[in-house]
């Protein structure tokens, strides 16, 4: 059974970066054909994709995010990150990292963790 558990602060100043890992178990993210992605829902809103770092490491993100976002990995670690720069009260949301076989289609999803951008 794949596991996937995000982790980091749940507080966040204004203009600071946003810096969260997801753990993976039981499946190697350097392997098959998957992309390991990071996925926020803000109070109120959908679900909003936010980027992805493939199996090969390649990494795609969304265009209104693009500028802020970086996603890494660690495969010793067999993890992966996301930094979102120059946070603003809009990003509060819980995030959550997901597998995903092919576009918009997620098989394993982490438990999403809170995060709150507050003075």
């Known amino acids: 059974q794949v596991q996937l558990q995000e982790s980091g602060p749940g507080l966040v100043k204004p203009s600071q970066t946003l810096s969260l890992t997801c753990a993976v178990s039981?499946?190697?993210?350097?392997?098959?054909?998957?992309?390991w992605t990071w996925i926020r829902q803000s109070p109120g809103k959908g679900l909003e994709w936010m980027g992805v770092i493939f199996y090969d490491g390649s990494t795609f993100y969304s265009p209104s995010l693009k500028s802020r976002t970086s996603i890494s990995r660690d495969t010793a670690k067999n993890q992966f990150s996301l930094q979102l720069s120059s946070v603003t009260p809009e990003d509060t949301a819980v995030y959550y990292c997901?597998?995903?076989?092919?576009?918009?289609?997620?098989?394993?999803w982490g438990q999403g963790t809170q995060v709150t951008v507050s003075s």
């Open positions: 997901a597998r995903e076989m092919d576009m918009d289609e997620f098989d394993y």
């Open positions: 039981d499946v190697s993210i350097t392997a098959g054909y998957y992309g």
